[in-house]
């Protein structure tokens, strides 16, 4: 009886087993336990028909568009957050580390500077830095690039103004400006950037401009010889590896010299051109000007108070800081030995003066004579040492290669040259006894003979250029209302505009004009104390 109650026993445990076992409940799994039916198995059916399970890992079986493959070869799949699996360029990686990837619209994820919304996107640097997608040259926005990056917007900061400009565009130069009673000097680069030094509370300063209309901010011009004089002399030119050259008259050693320095990467020593140290003349470099020859060495014209009389030096070294003076041929008289005694101290040349150098290396030089006539005077001198020790007492002529202080015109004073795209020398300046406005050129080659017109009927700090098309444009100022003007020359006659009237302005004018045509204009501000610049559309 035991026996047969326990297989008893067993016989109802198998069969309530078998009563409560239901094939379509098992995850598909056949009587045999030994098939898996694709069609019922949940966890391996592809619902979206792409390839991939939810098993393997898809992420999403109910879209088609995500899964593991990883079409184009990127290491990331729709389900590692590829947003265009058909392009390696764009996936979830943010190499920079600037918290976006390509995914999120970073269009440089090499560089961690550039990223979508950054804030700070500079202007006119052509680098989208914040990925917008818009032009790196219209800072205002208004659908026009900037005029000087190509585009036709003369205004780039305004977003209400971009074809209807004036001519000029005035800026202050340094904002922080303490004192700046007006002496300053300026050049630019062919491409645009714009050097300026000035004075401010008797100290030297200087400031630069880039294309993009940024000034650097100024900085101190170390001038450790003596005391600047820069009311006395001063002037600044750009050669042609772009160095700032600057040169200005100094107190120094009891006595008043010309000293020179320039600026690459930072401001050089200061080198003597002239003066008490290195050629005991005790009070030279008032009014000097500078211009730069084919070999990229400066020319120094400028006035010796003692002798009276105008003074050229031409550099023959490279210019470098280990220099303590500077190597050159000079410095020499160019004009005719003085006619009048020393004790007429009231008569002097030597000052208001301009220098040009041709593509010969020729030096040209305008100046005013007050002991011979009252006039503007020309000098020229080849650019051949053998024959400078003859210039302080040659005759003047062709013959002999030197002009030697022959008459321009009367009472001529601010005087500029420049050389006519033909090659032609011309001159403006201002006639003192008509305070008339003057311009003219040569018209031989020999040392006498110049044609002029009068433009206007004022003219002091005249300064003049020609654009590429031969067209002279003359900045001045207006004394009598004490404005700056600008006067140009086009194909119906001479424009005469007013650059600036806020004040009394247009002292100390220093004029320029780049590759583009564009004119630049730096003057003194004497209302406000401030050196101001113009730049034209």
């Known amino acids: 009886m035991r026996n047969?109650?326990?297989?008893?026993?067993?016989?109802?445990?198998?069969?309530a087993c078998s009563d409560s076992f239901d094939k379509d409940d098992q995850n598909g799994i056949d009587g045999d336990q030994g098939n898996v039916n694709p069609s019922t198995a949940s966890q391996q059916t592809d619902k979206d028909g792409d390839g991939f399970t939810m098993e393997e890992g898809d992420c999403n079986d109910n879209n088609v568009d995500y899964n593991l493959a990883d079409e184009d070869g990127?290491?990331?799949?729709?389900?590692?957050?590829?947003?265009?699996?058909?392009?390696?360029?764009?996936?979830?990686?943010?190499?920079?580390?600037?918290?976006?990837?390509?995914?999120?619209?970073?269009?440089?994820?090499?560089?961690?500077?550039?990223?979508?919304?950054?804030?700070?996107?500079?202007?006119?640097?052509?680098?989208?830095?914040d990925c917008a997608g818009d032009s790196d040259f219209d800072q205002d926005q208004d659908g026009h690039d900037a005029f000087?990056?190509?585009?036709?917007?003369?205004?780039?900061?305004?977003?209400?103004?971009?074809?209807?400009?004036?001519?000029?565009?005035?800026?202050?130069?340094d904002e922080q400006c303490i004192d700046c009673p007006g002496p300053n000097a300026m050049d630019i680069t062919p491409e645009g950037d714009v050097y300026v030094v000035y004075q401010d509370n008797g100290s030297l300063y200087s400031n630069s401009r880039d294309l993009a209309g940024k000034w650097s901010g100024f900085e101190y011009v170390p001038t450790d010889t003596g005391t600047p004089a820069p009311d006395l002399g001063l002037d600044g030119i750009v050669d042609n590896?772009?160095?700032?050259?600057?040169?200005?008259?100094?107190?120094?050693?009891?006595?008043?010299?010309?000293?020179?320095?320039?600026y690459a990467a930072g401001w050089s020593a200061?080198?003597?051109?002239?003066?008490?140290?290195?050629?005991?003349?005790?009070?030279?470099?008032?009014?000097?000007?500078?211009?730069?020859?084919?070999?990229?060495?400066?020319?120094?014209?400028?006035?010796?108070?003692?002798?009276?009389?105008p003074i050229i030096y031409d550099m023959s070294s490279g210019v470098t800081s280990t220099l303590t003076q500077l190597t050159g041929v000079g410095p020499i008289a160019v004009d005719q030995p003085l006619l009048l005694p020393n004790v007429f101290t009231d008569y002097y040349s030597g000052v208001h003066n301009s220098i040009a150098i041709d593509e010969n290396n020729n030096s040209h030089m305008a100046f005013?004579?007050?002991?011979?006539?009252?006039?503007?005077?020309?000098?020229?001198?080849?650019?051949?040492?053998?024959?400078?020790?003859?210039?302080?007492?040659?005759?003047?002529?062709?013959?002999?290669g030197v002009c030697l202080g022959e008459p321009i015109a009367s009472n001529g004073i601010y005087n500029s040259l420049d050389f006519h795209p033909s090659g032609e020398l011309c001159i403006a300046f201002q006639d003192e006894a008509s305070g008339d406005l003057k311009y003219g050129c040569k018209i031989n080659s020999s040392c006498m003979g110049w044609n002029f017109e009068t433009i206007d009927t004022v003219g002091a700090y005249a300064q003049l250029v020609h654009d590429s098309e031969g067209n002279p444009h003359i900045a001045y100022q207006d004394e009598l209302?004490?404005?700056?003007?600008?006067?140009?020359?086009?194909?119906?006659?001479?424009?005469?505009?007013?650059?600036d009237d806020e004040g009394a302005v247009g002292q100390h004018i220093n004029l320029a004009i780049d590759s583009k045509d564009k004119l630049h204009v730096t003057y003194a501000d004497e209302t406000h104390q401030q050196i101001k610049y113009a730049s034209g559309y």
């Open 4 to 15: 047969i109650s326990l297989h008893f026993v067993l016989a109802t445990f198998a069969i």
């Open 481 to 499: 209302n004490r404005n700056l003007k600008i006067a140009s020359h086009t194909s119906t006659g001479w424009i005469i505009e007013v650059i």
């Open 74 to 129: 990127d290491g990331y799949s729709t389900c590692d957050g590829d947003c265009d699996d058909n392009d390696a360029s764009k996936n979830p990686r943010d190499i920079d580390g600037d918290g976006y990837s390509t995914c999120d619209d970073d269009c440089d994820d090499q560089n961690e500077n550039i990223y979508p919304n950054n804030p700070i996107d500079e202007a006119y640097d052509d680098i989208d830095s």
């Open 368 to 400: 005013f004579n007050s002991m011979v006539s009252v006039e503007s005077q020309y000098s020229m001198v080849p650019d051949l040492e053998g024959i400078w020790g003859a210039v302080a007492g040659a005759a003047s002529g062709t013959a002999n």
């Open 148 to 173: 000087e990056h190509g585009g036709d917007d003369c205004d780039d900061e305004d977003g209400d103004l971009w074809d209807e400009c004036p001519r000029f565009k005035i800026e202050i130069v």
């Open 241 to 262: 590896d772009g160095k700032f050259l600057i040169s200005y008259a100094s107190e120094y050693s009891g006595g008043l010299g010309l000293l020179f320095q320039y």
């Open 270 to 309: 200061e080198l003597e051109v002239d003066g008490p140290t290195t050629q005991a003349n005790m009070n030279v470099g008032s009014d000097v000007v500078m211009a730069i020859d084919s070999n990229n060495m400066p020319t120094f014209l400028y006035h010796n108070a003692d002798s009276r009389m």
